[in-house]
Nanobody, 124 residues
Framework: QVQLVESGGGLVQAGGSLRLSCAASGLPFGSYVMGWFRQAPGKEREFVAV????????SYESSVKGRFTISRDNAKNTVYLHMNGMKPENTEGYYCTASFSQIIGAESYLYAYWGKGTQVTVSS
């Protein structure tokens, strides 16, 4: 059974930093492209960042580029999202996701497995 378990969410002040983690189990982690999406109440889930199987290629949503960094540790079956320069509009649920496709893409249909999410709240 595939499980993606996010952690690291919480309350942070504007301008602060958080590191989200996603521990994966039940799948050959190194064979999966990993991504992060976010979702606010009443809104659609949106792409945040994606990382290739080996970690040598990444892609970001434009508003987080330069502030957020996605990384992975295949030995630990874990993907991370380092978030700097947090803004109140970054207050959302953040979801880890895994794709067996070789495409490093922003479309949610590429991703087969999803975590339950971790809430991030940024105070102004």
């Amino acid at each position: 059974q595939v499980q993606l378990v996010e952690s690291g969410g919480g309350l942070v002040q504007a301008g602060g930093s958080l590191r989200l983690s996603c521990a994966a189990s039940g799948l050959p982690f190194g064979s999966y492209v990993m991504g992060w999406f976010r979702q606010a109440p009443g809104k659609e889930r949106e792409f945040v960042a994606v990382i290739s199987r080996t970690g040598d290629s990444t892609s970001y949503e434009s508003s987080v580029k330069g502030r957020f960094t996605i990384s992975r540790d295949n030995a630990k079956n874990t993907v991370y999202l380092h978030m700097n320069g947090m803004k109140p509009e970054n207050t959302e649920g953040y979801y880890c996701t895994a794709s067996f496709s070789q495409i490093i893409g922003a479309e949610s249909y590429l991703y087969a497995y999803w975590g339950k999410g971790t809430q991030v709240t940024v105070s102004s």
